[in-house]
């Protein structure tokens, strides 16, 4: 970004796109168990659709769920009626789309409660450390497994870093989305996309680190060294570009496309400027897939929009709301 403009171009991440094969196990567990509402739901329409997801002839049925209406860190489901892959968890070494992050006020109680709905933890509340410089950072979460192979970590977090539902209802057991996962093969290429000289996050840290509760949260071998790059914006949700060293397990990023997969398959990013912003993906390095074409719908109201993938073939659609 040129430095007589250095306005970023993204303030967080808008959304997280989960596909499904129905939305009732969804709702009953973003809604029902973790307090989310439904903002809005309806169709995209299928040539808006298509230009973004080349979801084919028919229109795509979606809801957008937010915490105590905040207008980021949202989720949108969408629903696949004939997904690529069948449903599966993607592992922290595979390539592509990770968790979806949220805080909870009180983990071990999420714990408990969520346990007594039937909610089964991958990993239970778990405490490790992240050296960040010379200080080391308490991290405590936790891993509960969504539906359609969604994986949703849950995270209490040692100082809390501004949430918009905590702001309006600082009583609620959870927040919105405080971050999205990627485990991507070129870190720097990623960060270098999203932060200061590309779309314009700021990089809050990016550390190698290697900690046993964070391998037995993550399901690692023993000793893995992570490299985790941590980037904001102005409004959650917040990006966790990840990459470890050693061998990669699966590729999973040619099935997590919005509206074909199933699960986390890609991020929605409202946009101030979507000519600039989509200048900035080619500059440095992602593809423009589809559009800018004019819209209104439920996910992204009166607005332009604009697939992209990111230099690491994650999936974003870019809009800009019209007023």
């Not at 949220?102 to 990993?123: K, M, N, S, V």
Request: aromatic share 6%; with cysteine.
């Amino acid at each position: 970004m040129s430095e007589d403009n250095r306005q970023p171009l993204v303030e967080g991440i808008t959304a997280a796109l989960v596909g499904v094969t129905e939305f009732d196990p969804h709702l009953r567990f973003f809604r029902d168990d973790l307090g989310f509402e439904v903002a809005s739901e309806g169709t995209v329409p299928a040539a808006v659709a298509d230009a973004l997801w080349g979801s084919g002839s028919a229109d795509v049925e979606v809801v957008a769920l937010a915490a105590a209406g905040a207008e980021t860190g949202r989720i949108h489901l969408v629903r696949v009626p004939e997904p690529m892959a069948p449903a599966e968890p993607p592992h922290n070494l595979d390539d592509g789309l990770i968790g979806i992050d949220l805080y909870a006020r009180d983990i071990d109680a999420a714990h408990a409660e969520l346990g007594r709905a039937g909610r089964a933890w991958a990993t239970p509340p778990t405490t490790y450390g992240v050296a960040v410089g010379e200080r080391e950072v308490q991290v405590t979460q936790g891993v509960c497994p969504g539906p359609d192979g969604t994986v949703v970590v849950f995270v209490q977090p040692a100082a809390v870093r501004g949430t918009e539902a905590w702001a309006a209802d600082p009583g609620r057991p959870f927040t919105e989305l405080t971050s999205v996962v990627c485990h991507v093969p070129d870190a720097d290429a990623e960060v270098a996309f999203w932060g200061p000289d590309g779309l314009g996050m700021s990089v809050w840290y990016d550390v190698v680190f290697s900690s046993p509760g964070f391998d037995t949260v993550a399901g690692l071998p023993a000793g893995t060294k992570m490299r985790l790059a941590f980037l904001a914006g102005e409004k959650t949700a917040r990006i966790e570009v990840t990459s470890a060293a050693g061998e990669h397990r699966v590729d999973r990023r040619a099935v997590q496309r919005p509206a074909r997969s199933l699960g986390h398959s890609g991020w929605s990013v409202r946009t101030r400027d979507l000519e600039a912003a989509l200048e900035s993906v080619r500059r440095t390095g992602g593809r423009v897939l589809g559009g800018p074409i004019e819209t209104d719908d439920p996910l992204h109201g009166r607005a332009v929009v604009a697939a992209a993938d990111t230099p690491n073939g994650v999936s974003v659609t870019l809009w800009q709301p019209r007023i």
